[in-house]
């Protein structure tokens, strides 16, 4: 009988093999389970161990590769002479690496909350009961399904040139032309809004979906307190929605600090450096300045950064769970 | 009866574990296959990689040359893989660490001298002899060869030239009641004149992907005597002839013949300026800009070359060229086939697929080119004078190639276009930026 059952089955039962899952007479009961709970880790081990060596492989080899890197003077071909921590000493006395770090810092600061904020009001608006609020969520989240290679286009041709359609429109005004991409100031305005623009179908997603589960017996009982709509928003939206707003927080601040073609497409980190994210900032240390250690140094930067910031808002979900 | 049910069985628990850990070692060996396999460098054909020059025809004009190699006795055949220019150096870089590369390509103009300062270029002087023996060399145009030469070796021969030249729009010239100008002081008069008609007297773009713009801050300099690197190939920017000709480029801008938007344009609204018949009148841009553009009313013309105050003259040249590699399954093949290669040259621009000058001689007299007048003057005037981004050295290196395209050169553009600073500042920034990242 037991012949025909397969191991794994044996094994998610905790019988061991040749063993027939019930307790043999004359022997203790609990030093068999213990026995047979030893036997069933091990399975459980050899049976992780596969995928454990393959994770391992896949996403320890480019890091320890990319360790050795950074602490090397070498190039993508040759790994070059060992030079310690000389790439993020250089790195991190560089003037250009601190305006990039002030770049991503705004860059990230008003693509998580500028997203956040438009992404929430739009989800609010579409809870209401509008004519065609399918097409219009439909719509709204095109800037995240198109192609960031197609909308950097289109951006382009709306902003680049005095004769782009928006300078037109300022200069119909009668209003000076800006130099939406050549001024540094209007090009790091203009790159934040590129990144609002793109990323708030995302957070409007995540609002839509943490809002649902906010029960609308709460607002009644809140309104017949006599709670204005600000009151309704702080008291109720924001602590009840809090836990997704976290996680929503966290995942786009990766997604900011990683966004290499949003900047690249539209500006190239110029002009005079003044849209260079650190992302970018590393990029053109290897490719363009054939640095590969001082560029991957500022990747390994970034990484230990981006963990730092996620581990704190981690922490806030937590703590709003726990609330 | 056991041992039926143990065959019909369709998973035993170690045959599972077993399957599991064969198919986890399936990719780490195919990884260690990999490897060793392609230390033959291309198995029984050499390798060609080839970049989309030219227009989008060139690829397969290009391929059917290399298809139609039939070499003699038993040296190998040759193959032909196009390769993309987004992000070119890493296919490059990782196809020659991991030995899987090409035995002959085209590439970067600079790729040539980073690959040989990290040792796997293979040198070219038995190509160079070979082409001694069938007259090709001597059809190459004038100071073509010499920025390959190296105390080793023949690092890359040269195929085409990549050309800074100086163009304008007649009509626009025609309507500013101005003359296009021959030198400094003329561009800046001209410049004046073109801006009351809402014209760009100096027209260039360094946006995203474009560097037109870093090249003409350059060849302003090169124009005026100066250049980046001293008779030694040392950095030396802080020359005399490299202020004075920052200076002027300031000049240009407060007076509003440089276009303020054009440090953002990328090359698709730079080439805009110039199919808008109104806007961009005059400044620099490549071989075969009326192509590029699609203008074929005969209005865009190249114009002469500018001289400086001291009377200088010169322009920027970047030769393209094609690079051997020791990784390959016989050196001789890949040297048979290069000399073979260059022999069919000629086809391509007889097919009108390229978008550059020729570096032969005997092509740039084929009727095919001597049609456009343009053409023409540029190997008439422009090319004599033309100068690598070495200038005022004579030989490229590595180092030319973290110039073209690096963080430094492109601030420094970027700044001056802006109009920034002043010339002295923006300079010096540029010597310190350049001296970080170059190698003495």
């Known amino acids: 009988m037991t012949t025909v059952n397969s191991g794994l089955a044996r094994a998610r039962r905790g019988v061991a093999p040749g063993g027939s899952g019930r307790p043999s007479p004359g022997r203790p009961s609990l030093n068999r389970a213990s026995k047979l709970h030893g036997q069933t880790s091990r399975t459980y081990f050899w049976l992780i161990l596969p995928s454990v060596l393959l994770l391992l492989l896949i996403n320890g080899y480019p890091l320890i590769y990319a360790g050795v890197q950074a602490t090397h003077d070498g190039s993508l071909i040759d790994a070059g002479n060992f030079v310690g921590v000389d790439n993020f000493t250089s790195v991190l006395g560089s003037e250009a690496f601190w305006k990039a770090v002030q770049f991503t810092i705004v860059f990230t600061i008003v693509g998580v909350f500028g997203s956040w904020s438009v992404g929430l009001g739009l989800a609010l608006l579409l809870r209401t009961r509008i004519p065609a609020g399918g097409l219009f969520k439909v719509l709204l989240l095109l800037p995240w399904v198109v192609p960031i290679v197609v909308s950097s286009t289109a951006w382009n041709w709306l902003v680049a040139s005095p004769d782009s359609p928006t300078n037109k429109v300022f200069t119909a005004l009668g209003l000076e032309t800006p130099l939406f991409l050549a001024d540094p100031t209007l090009a790091a305005i203009t790159v934040c809004l590129f990144k609002v623009w793109v990323s708030f179908p995302f957070m409007m997603m995540m609002s839509a979906g943490a809002l649902t589960s906010v029960d609308n017996t709460v607002y009644e009982a809140a309104s ?16 009840l929605t809090a836990r997704s707003t976290y996680i929503s927080w966290i995942l786009m601040t990766i997604f900011c600090v990683n966004d290499f073609p949003t900047i690249y497409l539209l500006t190239g980190g110029g002009p005079v450096d003044a849209t ?26 970034m990484t230990i950064t981006l963990v730092i910031v996620s581990a704190l808002l981690y922490r806030q979900i937590r703590k709003s769970s726990v609330e | 009866m056991n041992a039926m049910t143990e065959r019909n069985r369709p998973f035993s628990r170690r045959g599972f574990l077993g399957l599991t850990a064969a198919a986890a070692s399936v990719p780490l060996l195919a990884a260690c296959g990999g490897g060793s396999a392609s230390k033959t460098g291309g198995g029984d054909a050499i390798k060609f990689w080839d970049m989309p020059w030219g227009t989008p025809a060139y690829n397969d004009a290009a391929k059917k040359i290399t298809e139609g190699y039939a070499p003699s006795g038993s040296s190998l055949k040759a193959s032909y893989q196009t390769i993309q220019w987004n992000n070119f150096y890493q296919t490059f870089s990782s196809a020659i660490a991991s030995k899987t590369g090409p035995a002959v390509s085209t590439g970067g103009g600079f790729q040539a001298f980073q690959f040989e300062q990290q040792g796997a270029i293979a040198y070219a002087d038995k190509v160079i002899d070979a082409l001694r023996k069938n007259g090709q060399f001597d059809d190459f145009l004038p100071g073509v060869i010499d920025p390959f030469k190296s105390d080793k070796g023949y690092i890359a021969v040269p195929w085409q030239l990549d050309m800074r030249v100086n163009w304008y729009r007649k009509s626009l010239f025609d309507k500013a009641g101005v003359a296009v100008p021959t030198d400094w002081n003329g561009l800046l008069e001209a410049g004046k004149a073109l801006k009351k008609i809402g014209s760009v007297g100096f027209m260039t773009g360094a946006g995203a992907g474009n560097f037109l713009g870093n090249h003409a801050v350059i060849q302003m300099m090169v124009n005026n005597g100066g250049g980046v690197w001293d008779e030694n190939g040392q950095v030396d920017v802080m020359n005399e002839r490299n202020v004075e000709a920052i200076e002027f480029m300031y000049e240009l801008y407060s007076n509003g013949i440089i276009d303020p938007a054009g440090v953002s344009y990328n090359q698709d609204n730079h080439d805009a300026q110039w199919k808008n018949k109104s806007k961009a009148a005059y400044g620099p841009h490549v071989f075969g800009l009326t192509n590029r553009v699609g203008d074929t009313s005969g209005d865009l013309l190249v114009a002469d070359p500018i001289a400086g105050p001291h009377g200088d003259k010169a322009t920027l040249v970047f030769p393209n060229n094609i690079m051997m590699y020791k990784n390959t399954p016989n050196q001789e093949a890949s040297e048979a086939f290069l000399v073979y290669y260059l022999g069919k040259l000629k086809d391509l621009w007889q097919q009108k697929l390229m978008n550059a000058l020729p570096v032969f001689k005997s092509i740039t007299e084929i009727p095919e080119f001597t049609a456009d007048a343009n053409n023409v003057k540029i190997v008439k005037d422009w090319q004599p004078i033309a100068k690598t981004f070495a200038s005022r050295s004579t030989k490229l290196t590595a180092n030319t190639a973290v110039l073209d395209g690096g963080q430094a050169l492109t601030q420094f553009a970027q700044t001056v276009l802006t109009g920034k600073g002043d010339a002295k500042t923006a300079l010096k920034a540029f010597e310190s930026g350049l001296k970080q990242v170059v190698k003495s």
């Open chain 1, 224 to 239: 017949m307190d006599g709670a204005s709509r600000w009151q309704q928003f702080t008291g109720i939206t924001l602590p």
């Open chain 1, 276 to 301: 260079t994210s650190l992302v970018v900032y590393a990029y053109r240390k290897v490719f363009q300045d054939f640095q590969t250690g001082p560029g991957v140094a500022v990747a390994f930067l």
